[in-house]
């Protein structure tokens, strides 16, 4: 069962997560409650209002980033976790694959020396990676003319790069933080973790990549589910939601 409040984080959400909080402990001051969050800081924000705004015990209550639960769910599963790449490591592995002369890099072999290339190619292969975007979709619709281009040799160069990216990363098993989710979603069935929540709350999020929506569903799929969304209609500040 996935339930929705929406408001301000204070005091409209703040209220609202110590009262299901505590609804949830009244009976069983065990029972077992995941809430997670967007990062650290609002993590910390979370604990001290339970703990100490609030005096609520944190017995058997896991505060995760959403980082930190795609971890455990692989980590349970017994599974090697890929290694993350950070972005100087991307922007060299790009400057490899060009070099080698892989599909895709012909468009961009001229512009090798163009001061900070790499870095803006990789934050558009990034954007597509979190996007999910399916590379082989991408060209038969560039190919069929669906896709409305000013340059479409250049956009099916770049799309072909981003292939290679992707099987790059399977063959030298490397991953950046976002894949985590998509691998976590395969171990959702068998998640003793999640099987012993009593529900899982997500406190804060207004932004999420496909990986991380993807993983979300499946969660509110396999058990009991709340959303704590940033939102007044009302307020014009409210309007990226």
């Not at 015990?57 to 599974?79: M, N, P, S, W, Y």
């Amino acid at each position: 069962m996935l339930s929705i409040v929406t408001g301000s984080f204070h005091p409209d959400l703040e209220a609202a997560l110590v009262s299901q909080v505590r609804s949830l402990k009244q009976d069983d001051p065990l029972a077992p409650v995941a809430i997670v969050v967007p990062s650290q800081q609002l993590a910390r924000r979370v604990k001290w209002l339970l703990a100490v705004e609030q005096g609520l015990a944190l017995l058997d209550v896991q505060v995760l980033t959403f980082h930190e639960l795609a971890k455990r769910l692989i980590e349970e599963g017994g599974e090697d976790q890929p290694a993350i790449a950070d972005g100087m490591l991307r922007e060299e592995l790009l400057r490899c694959l060009v070099a080698r002369g892989v599909p895709g890099s012909e468009a961009f072999r001229d512009w090798a020396k163009m001061r900070g290339l790499w870095g803006g190619l990789w934050a558009t292969i990034q954007d597509l990676k979190e996007a999910r975007v399916d590379p082989l979709s991408v060209l038969s619709a560039i190919g069929e003319k669906v896709l409305g281009s000013e340059d479409p040799e250049r956009l099916a160069a770049l799309i072909r790069l981003y292939a290679a990216v992707l099987s790059t990363d399977r063959e030298l098993r490397i991953s950046d933080p976002d894949d985590l989710a998509t691998l976590a979603v395969e171990r959702i069935p068998y998640s003793a973790f999640l099987a012993r929540m009593r529900r899982v709350c997500y406190y804060g999020f207004y932004d999420l990549t496909q990986g991380q929506l993807d993983l979300f569903k499946s969660v509110a799929s396999a058990c009991p589910t709340s959303v704590f969304f940033p939102l007044r209609r009302e307020i014009p500040a409210y309007r990226f939601a």
